[in-house]
């Protein structure tokens, strides 16, 4: 009776913990251009999963045909047009706080955009996406 109450709880307390472990432990990267496919820019998400739970993610977006990193300094090639400077603001706002939104959160679908950052939003997590085929 004993040996069946300890496999019971053994049975119990394995699938407990194969249920809380989200994802498959290991370092995934995905790459994705979301829907600005007539963009030169992809974003490049690298993600460690460490006992089934995110816990570091590495992201920028890359402009392929001036071979940079968007970057707080990207707005430079809009000098003058003080919309698209905004835009790049917002932008790398968004690039620089949504690898700890998803970190917090735990789920892409979770992490909410930044307003205004709308475009980096959507290649990060299309990027995430990515990434994330191979982890669950």
């Not at 600005?36 to 570091?56: H, L």
Request: hydrophobic share 40%; with cysteine; charged share 25%.
């Amino acid at each position: 009776m004993i040996k069946k109450i300890v496999i019971v709880v053994a049975v119990i307390l394995f699938t407990a913990f194969s249920l809380n472990k989200k994802y498959k432990d290991g370092h995934y990267s995905g790459v994705s251009r979301s829907i600005y496919t007539q963009e030169p820019y992809y974003g490049r998400a690298s993600i460690v999963i460490d006992k089934g739970k995110i816990v570091k993610v590495d992201f920028f977006i890359r402009d392929s045909v001036l071979r940079e990193n968007f970057d707080g300094a990207y707005e430079r090639h809009f000098a003058g047009n003080q919309l698209y400077i905004q835009q790049c603001r917002n932008d790398w706002k968004g690039v620089q706080s949504y690898p700890d939104s998803l970190i917090k959160h735990q789920d892409i679908d979770k992490v909410d955009a930044i307003s205004g950052a709308t475009w980096s939003y959507n290649i990060f997590k299309a990027s995430v996406k990515n990434a994330m085929i191979s982890a669950k």
